[in-house]
């Protein structure tokens, strides 16, 4: 899918859709600077431990997620957001299906 067009009034949790024992992104926009990127999460799916060179803001914009980092679990719902360190071992998991926007910002 492209980026998102410009310009005109986004409505992200209708952007991106789910799929039955899948996670589906689509990314909004990419430059040096960073990316914004979209998520659908069917319930139970994950993304595994990984980390990331630079911080990454997860808000969560439908449903409920578990969002571990260093070890530490974080609950999240449709709202609330966290930011995951960068160099830091981080995952997700999908409680029940769930949409989050991604802001990764390089420096």
């Avoid at 957001?81 to 998991?93: G, V």
């Avoid at 989050?100 to 420096?107: E, Y």
Wanted: avoid cysteine; glycine fraction near 6%; hydrophobic fraction near 50%.
């Amino acid at each position: 899918m492209s980026a998102a067009p410009k310009s005109e009034i986004l409505k992200f949790i209708d952007m991106v859709g789910y799929q039955d024992a899948a996670v589906v992104s689509r990314q909004i926009t990419k430059t040096e600077a960073g990316n914004v990127t979209l998520f659908a999460f069917d319930e139970g799916q994950a993304l595994s431990e990984h980390t990331a060179p630079f911080d990454a803001l997860a808000h969560v914009l439908e449903g409920e997620a578990q969002v571990v980092i260093s070890g530490a679990p974080f609950d999240l719902r449709a709202g609330d957001a966290i930011i995951m360190p960068a160099n830091e071992p981080h995952a997700l998991k999908a409680v029940s299906r769930f949409k989050m926007m991604l802001t990764m910002i390089r420096v």
